[in-house]
């Protein structure tokens, strides 16, 4: 399910460095164009540990496991 937060809520999502390198990011939803296009790639997350256990699910599906 995805997580929409609301205007002025805070969410955390990943972000991704021009290196390669990211980190996960907390963030007030103002609507700009960044809380958008999280929203609508499903990069937003409740908590921190959340953004973490998706991105090692995801990983996990990646590798075949």
């Known amino acids: ?17 021009d290196d390669g390198s990211w980190q996960f990011v907390q963030r007030e939803n103002i ?3 960044l809380d958008t296009y999280n929203i609508s790639m499903g990069n ?7 953004a973490s256990a998706d991105w090692y699910r995801l990983m996990k599906l990646v590798r075949g496991e």
């Open 44 to 50: 937003c997350y409740h908590s921190e540990e959340e």
């Open 31 to 33: 609507n700009d164009w």
């Open 1 to 17: 399910m995805l997580y929409r937060p609301k205007y002025k809520e805070r969410y955390w999502y990943t972000l991704i460095e």
